[in-house]
């Protein structure tokens, strides 16, 4: 009952945003996923599934309106199912995008549904109602956001273990095989759509620095991390000071 309603909360607060300073992060599948995993007590299963979830959706942005997946509800599903059945976390990635999809219907019906307390929130505005304006923004999108992602998530981990566990063992094993590749499949799908974005002329030696660095000179990610910002600081001023020289 427990880990059901702190899932419950993790998956209203992931879409609730109630502090953007805080919360905003939680949209993330590596961190809505571990913090699922904490609460259902399963971090290490949950931190590996949440990491092959993340890496699927690594390259995915949100651009001119368009929702490629629910990314919250990818994590949050996605983590809690594939440890409620037991599967291999590489398989986590084949619940969550399923999950995602449906997710992309709930977000257009939790922001259309917002819309209208942005219009009475504009009268408070008129009126100079500060109080009046800070419960339109906080306390309408956190009911709906228990309602289209808490109550599911809670349904999900209290009633969905036996359930997911039976589903998952009424699988034939070549089907287990074949979501098996996918799931290996789709976080280089994700690395592939992340190198779209990053291809650009000007900074993809950058990338390959990098993966120069991972590959042949075996530094860890802390080091390449610190390599990259004191490149980054360098590049910054020495353009700042030709375009101010300019």
């Not at 993790?10 to 961190?31: F, K």
């Not at 919250?72 to 590489?90: Q, W």
């Not at 307390?117 to 999108?141: C, F, Q």
């Amino acid at each position: 009952m427990l880990s059901a309603i702190l899932v419950a909360i993790i998956a209203t607060v992931s879409t609730w945003w109630v502090s953007h300073v805080i919360t905003r992060t939680w949209l993330y599948p590596l961190w809505s996923g571990f913090l699922v995993a904490l609460a259902m007590g399963e971090p290490i299963v949950g931190m590996q599934a949440a990491a092959y979830i993340q890496l699927t959706y690594l390259g995915w942005i949100t651009a001119g309106g368009t929702m490629p997946g629910n990314l919250m509800v990818a994590g949050v599903f996605g983590t809690a199912l594939t440890i409620l059945s037991g599967a291999d976390p590489i398989l986590a990635p084949t619940f969550a995008v399923p999950f995602s999809l449906l997710g992309i219907l709930t977000w257009q019906a939790y922001m259309t549904l917002n819309s209208i307390w942005l219009h009475k929130a504009d009268k408070y505005v008129e009126e100079g109602n500060l109080t009046g304006i800070r419960l339109m923004n906080w306390i309408p999108s956190g009911i709906l956001s228990f309602i289209f992602n808490g109550i599911p998530a809670f349904a999900l981990v209290y009633f969905g273990g036996d359930f997911a566990t039976s589903a998952l063992a009424a699988i034939p094993q070549y089907l287990i095989d074949a979501f098996s590749t996918v799931g290996a499949l789709m976080p280089a799908l994700g690395i592939a759509m992340l190198l779209m974005y990053i291809g650009k002329k000007k900074i993809i030696a950058f990338f390959f620095a990098g993966y120069f660095m991972t590959v042949y000179l075996h530094l860890d990610t802390m080091a390449i991390t610190v390599f990259a910002a004191i490149a980054g600081v360098l590049v910054y001023f020495f353009t700042r000071d030709s375009a101010e020289g300019a």
